[in-house]
């Protein structure tokens, strides 16, 4: 607790910095998130002999070959060699779903042939398996920029996004902006704050002692501003998730990453 | 491969030459308890943790490690060795109740 109120009360020293915030916020020169972590945690991002979040890729790489599910068939049953198969597909996540009009992220994405072609219960956000299968499908799209869609269909969940994302929030009354643009580079409690980029997730946290989803690190974003938690997958956080993946320009995707 | 309750990842060179000196890198997926926790009844959840951790090539026993609550959960673990002959090296982590995880890897020395 007294480490949360001496955050708090460093977040409102943030504030004073803050000018305007419905300001269009890409960085000029993107820097993924890993450059803000120690040298020790890079080195450990940087090999993957080292890096623990690839226990849960060999995990993701086993389900993808499972039958266990509903009608026993895998995933490869369907996709074939997911390095061939899966390459690139996280670049162009969270995208609109055709059929349903609704925005997916790659969890929304992998769950949706879990119920619809594999005729099996999805897998809770968050769970082993789900965090394991992103994590096994981001990596075949390691070193590749993003590549979302963010006009059409696509137009009103980007400006939702882009509105969530300066909007001050919670108790503390800040924006995503005013530390991810405004205080990059300054301390918050242990951290250096970053410019808040989405591609080294899913990660690995330290301080969780496990992997987690973007969606669990936005959680904890939230709770910092003493905003409401919104839930796991929420569409709020998907729009959220598709405005991060825009701002990160040509940044190439880094998942899964390590983080203290 | 031997029984693996625990998924395992292992880094190290399928070959080398004799005298060399390699680097090996092992990682193990699991909770490392505590048994300082409790549950949200308030009931405290049992200690689990992997306890001992033993490398052995060609029988003899190149690293060995006794660990407790204190270590951080899925444990890393990173040495050297100097090469010999060819032959297995068997990575073995035994849990407090006994049970373990075993995995081997072949030595080819060229």
């Known amino acids: 607790m007294v480490g949360l109120v001496f955050a708090a009360s460093q977040a409102v020293g943030l504030c004073s ?24 945690t890079q080195a450990q991002q940087a090999d993957d002999g080292a890096n623990p979040a690839m226990l849960w890729v060999g995990q993701g790489e086993k389900l993808w070959s499972s039958t266990d599910a509903g009608d026993g068939k895998s995933c490869a049953g369907c ?51 789900l965090l394991s299968l992103t994590a096994y499908i981001t990596l075949q799209s390691r070193g590749m920029p993003r590549d979302v869609k963010i006009d059409g269909a696509a137009a009103a969940q980007f400006e939702a996004g882009r509105s969530f994302f300066v909007t001050r929030q919670g108790q503390l009354n800040l924006a995503c902006t005013q530390c991810h643009d405004q205080s990059v580079g300054q301390k918050l409690r242990g951290d250096t704050i970053s410019q808040g980029q989405s591609g080294g997730w899913p990660a690995y946290r330290f301080e969780w002692q496990t992997m987690g989803s973007l969606h669990r690190r936005l959680r904890a974003c939230s709770l910092g501003v003493r905003a409401e938690q919104l839930p796991f997958g929420s569409p709020e956080y998907v729009a959220l998730e598709l405005y991060l993946a825009w701002r990160s320009q040509d940044l190439p995707l880094d998942a899964p990453g390590v983080r203290r | ?52 951790f033993e490398v052995r090539y060609l029988d003899e026993i190149i690293f060995a490690a006794d660990t407790f609550a204190g270590v951080s959960a899925n444990p890393y673990f990173a040495f050297s060795t100097i090469v010999g002959d060819s032959g297995p090296v068997t990575f073995t982590w035994t849990d407090l109740a006994g049970r373990k995880t075993v995995e081997t890897r072949t030595l080819t020395v060229t």
Do not use: F
């Open chain 1, 79 to 129: 996709h074939g060699d997911a390095v061939a198969s899966m390459k690139g597909v996280a670049t162009r996540y969270p995208q609109i779903d055709a059929k349903s009009g609704a925005l997916l992220n790659l969890e929304g994405r992998i769950n949706q042939c879990r119920t619809d072609r594999q005729h099996a219960t999805p897998y809770a956000y968050e769970s082993a398996p």
């Open chain 1, 17 to 40: 910095l803050a000018a305007q915030t419905n300001l269009p916020s890409r960085p000029a020169i993107a820097k993924p998130g890993n450059v803000y972590q120690s040298p020790a």
């Open chain 2, 1 to 52: 491969m031997a029984d693996t309750p625990h998924p395992t990842r292992i880094s190290m060179p399928a070959t080398a030459k004799r005298g060399d000196i390699i680097d090996i890198k092992t990682l193990i997926q699991h909770e490392m308890e505590t048994g300082y926790r409790r549950d949200a009844n308030g009931r405290v959840i049992p200690r689990d943790i992997v306890a001992h």
